[in-house]
């Protein structure tokens, strides 16, 4: 029941996020939710073969290049939902960084941090 919660909460923040980056649109909630799902499986099965084959690259930049590798999976989720549309990496980056902000807020708000 938990993860349903965070879910919907995680549509609100795509939105949320969107309303203030110029450069991101969502098309409704529903598409919102679309995102939060598509970029999480992203996130599971995409993004640990890009951060293994950047672990050289990753170092040098003292971790840095993670928010690159952020941005893409942004970009790669732009790229395969209709309703919603990044103008390109700056704003993929914003966008990462802004999301990661709202979620962590609504996780702190839903009380996720007690139970862990």
């Not at 084959?53 to 989720?77: C, D, Q, R, W, Y």
């Amino acid at each position: 029941m938990n993860w349903i919660v965070r879910f919907l909460l995680s549509g609100v923040a795509v939105v949320l996020t969107s309303y203030l980056l110029p450069g991101v649109d969502v098309h409704d909630y529903w598409t919102a939710l679309l995102v939060a799902l598509v970029l999480s499986l992203v996130n599971i099965f995409v993004k640990p073969f890009l951060i293994l084959l950047t672990i050289p690259l990753t170092f040098i930049t003292l971790g840095l290049f993670l928010l690159v590798i952020n941005a893409l999976m942004i970009l790669l989720t732009d790229y395969f939902i209709d309703g919603f549309f990044v103008d390109g990496f700056w704003w993929a980056l914003l966008f990462s960084l802004i999301l990661s902000l709202f979620n962590s807020l609504f996780s702190d708000m839903a009380g996720e941090k007690g139970k862990r």
